[in-house]
């Protein structure tokens, strides 16, 4: 089992920036793939960006290339969500995810949840 908690969640000028966490515990990440998704009112749920564990190779949507940046402590076990360059259709509930082995953007395939944080980009 990965437990996962997110944190940093906010109210935010368009245009601002942003940096949510992702605390994880219950199992060695090193054969994990780490992801973060979003889900906005009315909306399924989106893959944002994810990032192979063991090597930092990383992986965004289209939408958020070149604003968010994603990355890893592996000392802490904590992933990081930089958001720069928010928009008001970034507003959505961000939640990270784990699964083995791979990356991928279907939310399906993830094991593991946290029980997200909302992000609000105001215009």
């Known amino acids: 089992q990965v437990q996962l908690v997110e944190s940093g969640g906010g109210l935010v000028q368009a245009g601002g920036s942003l940096s949510i966490s992702c605390a994880a515990s219950?199992?060695?990440?090193?054969?994990?793939?780490m992801g973060w998704f979003r889900q906005a009112p009315g909306k399924e749920r989106a893959f944002v960006a994810a990032?192979?564990?063991?090597?930092?190779?990383?992986y965004y949507s289209e939408s958020v290339t070149g604003r968010f940046t994603i990355s890893r402590d592996n000392a802490k076990d904590t992933m990081v969500l930089q958001m720069n360059s928010l928009k008001p259709e970034d507003t959505a509930v961000y939640y990270c995810?784990?699964?083995?082995?791979?990356?991928?953007?279907?939310?399906?395939?993830?094991?593991?949840w946290g029980p997200g944080t909302q992000v609000t980009v105001s215009s």
């Open positions: 990032i192979l564990w063991s090597s930092g190779r990383t």
């Open positions: 219950g199992r060695t990440l090193s054969n994990y793939v």
């Open positions: 995810a784990a699964r083995p082995n791979r990356i991928a953007t279907l939310s399906t395939l993830y094991d593991y």
